[in-house]
């Protein structure tokens, strides 16, 4: 089975080349796709395991999964392929995870994120990973994720009036970086909300800085429990959402700046990535997107794959400080860590509008999207499921045209 998977094309890069490869620009790169991860992605990770009822620690295990061992497998397949091929989590995945929560048992939830990876690992094996992509129209799944998603636009509007004097400069601070493109590419929106808003919290005294202490991670040991429930509704919403919403968003941008990505190794790290960071909680792996895009946007083409190491780097150091970083945002107000999630799937919410209902399958993915809002669990298996199911047998009723247009 292991004759699908690509081959480097070049020989393993030595200490010496990768340090001559490596530059300031690529160091930049880097560290701001580093520093959007561990922004809005994080706030994600901490607003799902709070209100899921997790514990500090099994919350900072969770980080320490995500970041450490992805961090391993970046470094490892960049420097392999002489690719940017930076891999973090699953965010639509973890949004979902956070639905599953509420009726799930962590240890249940756990149990489906080993299914996935054991399911990616065959699925890259195999070299069927195109075809299985392929197999729900990517309108009917982007409406699924809408409406998943939309919680968080929803939190970030209700935070601004909940809590004006944090929230209120974060916003106004986010839409003037993202209306002046120049400002914008110095200082990311989204970090400059996180840095306004920590203003913001700590003038009038809410932020309790005297508990904050350096620690490395201890990372807690979750044994699954294999739960029918738990596999019907997880495996098949988590596994799109890696290999069609995330790694297809991953091998188009880095296509884009001329990278052919090796797809069925990508996909067997993903896999891989799952079984390992599931050991401690960690959500399903995927390629990211928004930190390659930022790798690859400006320098040389075959030097891009040194900004990658250095975002694994850091990542694994990130990990290994996760208790720090998990407490310092636990301690902060929650509309803060609210709005940060909400503003950082403000434009993936767009997008996912965009590609539900732009023009095939529009009536599917509308059902899918109704389906996942209304979040009525049935048989004990959540509502994206349900949705995902819905709008593929509404579309395969009413919308047969659209099937014949997307085989051609």
Not at 120 to 147: D, E, F, H, N
Not at 279 to 297: E, F, M, R
Not at 384 to 407: H, N, Q, R, V
């Amino acid at each position: 089975m292991l004759r699908h998977i690509e081959r480097p094309t070049e020989q393993l890069p030595g200490l010496g080349r990768i340090v001559s490869d490596f530059g300031l620009l690529y160091a930049s790169n880097g560290f701001i796709g580093w520093l959007f991860a561990v922004t809005g992605p994080v706030a994600i990770i901490l607003a799902v395991g709070s209100n899921g009822g997790l514990p500090e620690p099994e919350i900072a295990s969770w980080i320490f999964g995500v970041f450490f061992f992805n961090g391993l497998i970046t470094l490892l397949l960049s420097g392999l392929y002489r690719q940017p091929l930076v891999f973090f989590w699953t965010i639509p995945g973890t949004v979902l995870v956070g639905q599953s929560l509420t009726h799930l048992s962590f240890p249940q939830v756990v149990g489906a994120f080993y299914f996935t990876g054991l399911v990616m690992l065959v699925l890259g094996a195999s070299g069927w990973v195109k075809r299985a992509m392929q197999l729900v129209p990517m309108p009917i799944v982007m409406g699924m994720v809408a409406g998943v998603f939309l919680r968080f636009g929803l939190e970030l509007v209700r935070a601004v009036f909940a809590d004006t004097i944090i929230v209120g400069p974060m916003v106004a601070i986010w839409i003037i970086l993202s209306a002046i493109p120049r400002l914008g590419s110095r200082i990311p929106p989204i970090i400059g909300a996180l840095l306004v808003g920590a203003v913001a919290a700590i003038l009038p005294g809410q932020h309790d800085s005297a508990t904050l202490q350096f620690e490395l991670i201890r990372p807690v040991i979750q044994t699954p429990v294999w739960s029918v429930a738990a596999m019907v509704e997880l495996v098949v919403p988590l596994a799109i959402t890696v290999l069609v919403v995330q790694n297809g968003q991953g091998f188009a941008v880095l296509g884009a700046a001329g990278h052919v990505a090796p797809v069925n190794a990508v996909t067997m790290a993903c896999g891989l990535g799952s079984v390992i960071s599931a050991i401690v909680g960690g959500v399903s792996t995927c390629l990211t997107g928004p930190t390659n895009a930022i790798v690859v946007s400006s320098g040389e083409q075959e030097r891009h794959y040194t900004g990658a190491m250095f975002v694994g780097c850091l990542a694994v150091l990130f990990g290994l400080l996760a208790p720090t970083f998990t407490r310092l945002l636990l301690l902060s107000p929650k509309s803060l860590v609210m709005a940060l999630a909400g503003l950082a799937m403000l434009r993936v919410l767009q997008s996912a509008f965009n590609a539900a209902f732009n023009e095939r399958f529009s009536l599917g993915a509308l059902l899918a999207f109704l389906v996942t809002v209304a979040d009525v669990p049935l048989l004990n298996v959540g509502a994206a499921f349900w949705g995902l199911l819905a709008g593929f047998a509404i579309s395969w009723l009413l919308e047969k045209p659209d099937f014949a247009t997307e085989t051609k």
